[in-house]
């Protein structure tokens, strides 16, 4: 017979434990080093996941020497008309007073504060500094045998089938296994567009300053 005193005891025993916390109960899901849904490597780093094309917020944009920039000030007793200036080959940009900042590889953000600081109230009580790089217009060619074909505004980042279509497409006369990509370098690659359209992942970026070329078809006979 089942001695049921001692099996009530032996429960009574693991009950206890459970209660204390001393018996490990259930699954525990991540593990360390695993953060938020991540994939953890066996060292118990996370691993972070890369996105291509989407996303270019992550980065940081910095002045550079040669960059062309358009400086306003408000807030001031006196107006001042927004004056374009252009950061010298020492990184530095002359400002009020004659005073020179160093402006190559900061941010926006940092030069602004740094400006504000050493006006505000050494020479004016208020003074609100915007500082803007001018963006240069960008672009990329598409020649040969598209509706379109001409020079076309590199407004974000765009893979070759389409900039084809920003250029209206291909013709009925391409030949659109032999599309040419030619870089700013002059390096060129041979590409088939119809392999492309059934691998959109292969579609390569076109950056400012490549050319598209799309050859004609020869005749059939």
């Not at 899901?29 to 490597?41: E, I, K, M, V």
């Not at 972070?48 to 001031?76: C, K, Q, R, W």
């Not at 217009?137 to 407004?155: D, L, S």
């Not at 691998?199 to 070329?213: F, M, R, S």
Request: include cysteine; glycine fraction near 10%; charged fraction near 25%.
């Amino acid at each position: 017979m089942i001695n049921v005193r001692r099996l009530a005891g032996r429960w009574g025993v693991l009950c206890l434990l459970v209660a204390v916390g001393w018996l490990p109960v259930g699954c525990k899901t991540g593990s360390a080093g695993s953060g938020y849904g991540g994939t953890p490597d066996p060292s118990g780093k996370q691993l972070a996941s890369v996105s291509p094309i989407a996303g270019t917020n992550d980065s940081i944009d910095l002045f550079h020497v040669g960059d062309s920039v358009t400086i306003e000030y408000s807030d001031m007793p006196v107006p001042y008309t927004p004056r374009d200036e252009k950061i010298k080959e020492d990184g530095t940009l002359t400002l009020l007073e004659g005073k020179t900042f160093t402006a190559a590889g900061k941010t926006r953000t940092q030069l602004e504060r740094e400006v504000r600081d050493y006006y505000v109230p050494n020479y004016y009580l208020k003074m609100t500094v915007s500082i803007r790089q001018q963006k240069e217009t960008q672009f990329y060619y598409v020649r040969g045998e598209v509706k379109a074909p001409g020079r076309q505004i590199y407004i974000s980042r765009i893979s070759l089938l389409r900039a084809i279509g920003s250029a209206g497409d291909f013709t009925d006369f391409a030949r659109k296994s032999a599309v040419q990509l030619i870089h700013a370098d002059g390096t060129t690659t041979k590409l088939n567009a119809k392999k492309l359209l059934k691998k959109p992942a292969l579609d390569p970026e076109i950056l400012p300053g490549d050319t598209v070329y799309v050859p004609r078809r020869g005749p059939i006979y």
